[in-house]
């Protein structure tokens, strides 16, 4: 054994000396410079421009057509954030979760770079040439021209794509200029504009033709309402315009506000939306029934308003009738302060429905028809049309501007084939989906942001559209290629410029100073502010057509296992625009909280009928008849509120380019497939959508469901960071902590100190006092009755603060890096279930529990009451995470960030990206609050309630949050916390957290449904 | 293996390393600490002329530092201002006036090798009338300046505050208008920025009482 020993010439010792010493000398030859970094000035500095400095721009969100007004936060050059217009007096400043990760998709290195020939890139010289070539040809032989997109809600590109089909009736000059300067551009004698909406509220549109002689989409005014009544319309998660109804719902619903306010919202709904859940009282009803529940409803108003009916048999209605005599007296109490929304795409129904507003006399006062909205024009007949037409050849020429039909429609495999044998195919995508890759030409569209344009969502509201960099790729606004193929080549700012000044310009709203009333003026003014109001003109809307009205119909009573399959779009993704976003691919959905994958909702009667859990695959069959060749199969979730008749799906997923999620997550060891067995992520479940006469419905009778034995756990963040304690850790004789406290709002006006604890003091601490808050204290107020879950605040959150997307498996190991997550609550209520949200962030308590268990001081409490989180000293025990009762701190288990140039230009330049093994949570946006303290610094003046903004609070439409120093007696969230409704959740556990929450008011008696969520 | 050959290999390694590190560096620092940096720019910029033999005060082109975080590289259009029409130094306009004198002609104006490199990033070159006029041959071009004072990612400098509250500038740049070329000065290190956040809390600056917090989330966010 000694010998062995001796093999070895070194001893241990001078092993160790000599690595040591080499360890030495590695470090020593370390200690060289760092890199050397390059520092660029201006060549010619732009008037006002600072370095380092932020512009704003005010412009209009096109991530989906409601057109909000937003601003633009530009940081030398460069937008990286995008907020709401607070100016926009139909957004009010807030703004949805798509508009919010909107931004990322400017830098989606994905978006084409250049026009394609065949799927070739190609010079837009050659693309123009070989377009108009084609156009001289068509026209020549009179061939059919069709337009096919979303609604236009630009003023200026809906004129242009008029005059590109139409033809210029006489040459549009401006004063001064010759009137017939070159030829007129005549268009196609055989042209049309066919507007679809992947989201079709055609329905709707048509049933005003029949009672009002105008097919429009009337503007709501959810603020005047007291009483609203919701038929399976989403119409604060999906359904038109979100922001704008969230913004206005609000106003009608403040119970502390002069006069106290309180609307009545009563919400019937077959599967389980975020309207449903916001409801004071929401019913399940079986999918067909809307017909025989309006009808019953219009009866029991005809009769409290004198109007004859004939006798007709109305069937059993699908609620309680007492609930519906009850229903119709508060409606008719509060006519001219009620209104009725209604999702259908049965025309027969949407006349119902208008009926009863009109019965209501809800039209000119909650339903304006003088000022109409333009965000959904899409026309079901004229695309059925066009399909009759591509199906039969007889197209020449089609045009494809923003959609996707090949994806959106039932036939869109047909349609593949049949787009290639149409002689000229043109599409505008910004990416090479679905449709775009089977044009022959692909002229792309610059990015909202890259272009100038204009919108005008509601008659009289219009918005200049200014760019907020230049175009990133070689890509072209639609205005400026139709020019082109016009033989008038412009820019898209002076087409703009000119349809202002030409057609807007003239019907400006007057009466103010004479001097300053001229086109510049307005123009800058329009500019500056993001919107401007002008007259418009009025439709020529009839009286109300009573013979329209054929009640009666009634939908006969359906045997229990015949399940309805409903499509209804998702809040993030909505008809799949956004599917290529990362950042809303992993927002949790508002009701169930499934990441990444679309999946089919069954109530747990239905779930249990089949002997399915969440999670397992099933088979959904629908189709013609008995052949039900159309099949989808996707997981199973089990979604309380819904109806047992109806398997639910969302559309918007299996977007052709999603499968370049597939190596998102971090490559390492254990990782799993990110995408699913069809290689993308999510189904596609529009070839499920079904034609019905002539309008595209949303759901399928009589689908056939059967368990495969496949499972597929879906990454759902509703169990994670769960804040109850599971029974076997809480202490004996400890009742559960009720996190969401509600009242309704009968006990809350006979006695303004609802039940629940009193929060706060908890007598003698563990802690010592030794805060003293000597300047500001930093808090942050969330009122419940206001938040509608709509998690616009999450992605905010995630743009400003570099949260890093993690993809599914991620998700589903509970490590999404959300700093601001939005906690789903139910409840068994009266009715079925009540749910409740509540957004959960780090609560910078006082006596926070994870500073003293950090061992590196990583994070320590600042003079100001902020928990600070330093990165750079964190070493990752993850204590902190384990100690915070709220769940609400993040762990980079892995180098989250990507090194993708473009995409990280994204990136906000304030905030620290975080690194591997390194804990991270809300900062209370500390940059935010630095900048603000700075700039008052600057100024030299005194920070002012309400300018400290974090970005949740900025983008709620809802203004559920407030944020300010709980010092100042006088400020904004002062007075919230010294509120009645104000509670802290966990408050027994003493460790005084700066944010609380104000209890949710539900318009209801006491003692009708649930109290308290837990 | 033997002892000394073990020792050899090792001392020659220190050798290396401590050649490596002597090259371009005056003294040892640690990783990342840039003190006494002093690179050589691209354009021989001289802040000797301009701040101190000129007087030109620092916030003429660096104005930035009043109203953003970054004091900012002052613009090529900037230097114009002044050097549109001083294309070279004194001494050699000088130079050129007594050839001309002696040559009998015009004095023609003369461009420094150095200020050329200004106009090359401006575009502009003398045309036949020897006026510097735009060239479209020449694509525009910044000046690749290198960075002197550079903090780490993680943590964030504003200069607003600082300028607004009376900080010298030459309080942490030194005497800027002694050096031929920027040097640094300070160590930027943490202990550096908070050394001087106490004092100025507790002493005040030029007299006046100041707060200048030692919380983290003021540099770090």
Known sequence: MCDDHKKYDWSRREFLEASGFGLFLAALAGCGRAPVQNAFGYIQQPEGAVPGGTDWIATVCGACPAGCGVLAKNRDGRPIKLEGNPQHPLSQGGLCAAGQAAVLGLYDSQRLQSPLIAGKPAAWDRVDNEIRARLKDIRARGGAVRFLGETVIGPTKRAMIRRFLEGETSRPGIEGQAADEGAHWKGFSDARHVIYDSLSASALLDAHRLTHGVRLLPQYRLGEADVIVGLDADFMGAWISPVAFTADYRRGREPEGQPPRMSYHVQFESRMSLTGACADRRLAIPPECLGTLLNHLAVRLAEKASVPLEKIDLGRPPVPAADLDRLADRLWQARGRSVVLCGSQDVKIQVSANFVNHLLDAYGATILLDRPSHVKQGDDRRLSALVREIREGKVAALFIAGANPVYELPEGGELKSLLRRIPLTVSFGSHLDETAAMARYVCPESHFLESWGDAEPAAGVASVAQPALRPLGDTRPLIESLAAWMDRPQSAYELVRRHWEESIFPRRAKGKDEKADTFEAFWEDAAARGCAEFEAEAPAVKEFAREAVQLGETAPEQPIDNLTLLLYPTVALQDGRHALNPWLQELPDPVSKVTWDNYASLSRATAAGLGVEDGDVIRIACGEGEEKNVVLELPALIQPGQHDRVVAVALGYGRRGTERFAKLAPDWIEARPLVGPNGLVGTNAAPCLAWEGETLRYRRNGVTLTKTGEKRPLACTQQHHEIAVPPRLATPGAGRRPMIEEVALSAYRAHPQPGGEPTGEHGAGLWPDDHPYAGKRWGMVIDLARCTGCSACVVACQAENNVPVVGRDEVRRSREMHWLRIDRYYSEAADGVDTAHQPMLCHHCENAPCENVCPVLATVHSEEGLNQQVYNRCVGTRYCANNCPYKVRRFNWFRYARDDRRENLALNPDVTVRSRGVMEKCSFCAQRIQEARLEAKRLDRELRDGEIQPACQQSCPAQAIAFGDLNDPKSRVARLAASSRYYQVLSELNIRPAVGYLRRVRNRDAGEGGMQHG | ?221
């Not at chain 2, 300046?145 to 030459?170: N, T």
């Open chain 2, 1 to 221: 293996m033997s002892r000394p050959i073990v020792t050899v290999v090792l001392v020659v390694g220190l050798a290396f390393a401590l050649l490596a590190l002597g090259f371009g560096a005056g003294s040892v620092h640690l990783p990342a600490n840039r003190q006494d940096y002093e690179p050589v720019q691209p354009l021989a910029f001289s802040h000797r002329l301009h701040a101190g033999e000129l007087n030109i005060a620092c916030l003429h082109c660096h104005g930035a530092a009043e109203k953003s975080r970054h004091a900012g590289i002052p613009a090529a259009s900037t230097c114009m201002n002044c050097h549109k029409l001083v294309t070279a130094p004194m001494a050699a306009v000088r130079a050129e006036d007594e050839l001309a004198q002696k040559e009998k002609r015009q004095p023609r104006r003369i461009v420094s090798p150095e200020l050329q490199k200004l106009y090359d990033s401006l575009g502009l070159s003398l045309n036949e009338k020897r006026e510097l006029a735009p060239d479209p041959r020449k694509p525009l071009r910044p000046i690749p300046w290198i960075k002197v004072y550079s903090l780490p990612d993680f943590a964030y400098f504003d200069h607003r505050a600082h300028v607004r509250v009376g900080v010298a500038c030459e309080k942490c740049h030194g005497a800027v208008e002694t050096m031929e070329r920027v040097r640094q000065i300070g160590d930027l290190s943490m202990g550096w920025c908070v050394n001087c956040h106490r004092t100025a809390d507790r002493e005040g600056i030029n007299g006046a009482q100041v707060h200048a917090s030692t919380d983290c989330d003021i540099c770090h966010h």
